[in-house]
């Protein structure tokens, strides 16, 4: 099993640019996040989706869209690049959220600088 | 608000024992992880809680007393590997998941 694998590793973005952040889990879960941690701080969730076809707004939404279309993949959309959205984003899945132990299995994450 | 507050840093001597405190207040609770990071990596789970009490696991144990809002992760034992920041997290009422800052421990020979 491959996890969860997220593309790009890195990217540089200039002011006003789009790009699609690819998210793949290959463990059959349900649940599937979008987090982005600034240096020195927590992880802050973007979106989440509980399953095929469903998502929703995480703490910091705007700037950000998201589609599930399959249990897989989960892609994160940035439309309009700004240098506040320069951070790492990491992409997570667990079995379910109201599991007993719903641990988040992350991917190895994708470095953006927006200039 | 939902808040869960850390200690940013602390420093700890190869061979001896750190404690890492965390305190939340969040709307509900259903269960509190920690987990580790190393720099440049992703987060990897160590622990869970969801009763008072200690969790123990090799090296590491976990402790939570959910009256006072309070946790502890305990390293036994340190390895020069143990240098990471360690995130605690916390499930609320929403079963989303609430994170800290992470406390960055630089272990030393």
């Known amino acids: 099993n491959a996890g969860v694998t997220q593309t790009?590793?890195?990217?540089?973005?200039?002011?006003?640019?789009?790009?699609?952040l690819q998210c793949a889990q290959d463990m059959n879960h349900n649940y599937m996040y979008w987090y982005r941690q600034d240096p020195g701080m927590g992880l802050k969730l973007i979106y989440y989706s509980v399953g095929a076809g469903i998502t929703d707004k995480g703490e910091v939404p705007n700037g950000y869209n998201v589609s599930r279309s399959t249990t897989e993949d989960f892609p994160l959309r940035l439309e309009l690049a700004a240098p506040s959205q320069t951070s790492v984003y990491f992409c997570a899945s667990s079995y379910s959220a109201g599991h007993n132990i719903n641990e988040q299995f992350f991917g190895p994450g994708t470095r953006l600088t927006v200039l | 608000g939902q808040n869960i507050d850390q200690p940013t840093e602390m420093t700890a001597t190869e061979g001896a024992i750190v404690q890492i405190n965390c305190?939340?207040?969040?709307?509900?609770?259903n269960g509190l992880f920690w987990y580790q990071q190393h720099?440049?990596?992703?987060?990897?789970?160590?622990?869970?809680?969801?009763?008072?009490?200690?969790?123990?696991?090799?090296?590491?144990?976990?402790?939570?007393?959910?009256?006072?809002?309070?946790?502890?992760?305990?390293?036994?034992?340190?390895?020069?590997?143990?240098?990471?920041?360690?995130?605690?997290?916390?499930?609320?009422?929403?079963?989303?998941?609430?994170?800290?800052?992470?406390?960055?421990?630089?272990?030393?020979?």
């Open chain 1, 8 to 20: 790009p590793k890195f990217r540089i973005l200039k002011i006003g640019q789009s790009m699609t």
């Open chain 2, 39 to 109: 720099a440049g990596e992703a987060p990897t789970f160590l622990s869970y809680n969801v009763l008072d009490g200690l969790e123990e696991k090799g090296r590491f144990s976990s402790f939570l007393s959910r009256s006072k809002g309070y946790s502890y992760l305990l390293l036994k034992e340190l390895q020069m590997k143990d240098s990471a920041s360690y995130l605690c997290a916390v499930t609320d009422s929403n079963y989303q998941l609430i994170w800290g800052a992470g406390t960055k421990l630089i272990i030393k020979p």
């Open chain 2, 23 to 29: 305190t939340y207040q969040t709307s509900g609770f």
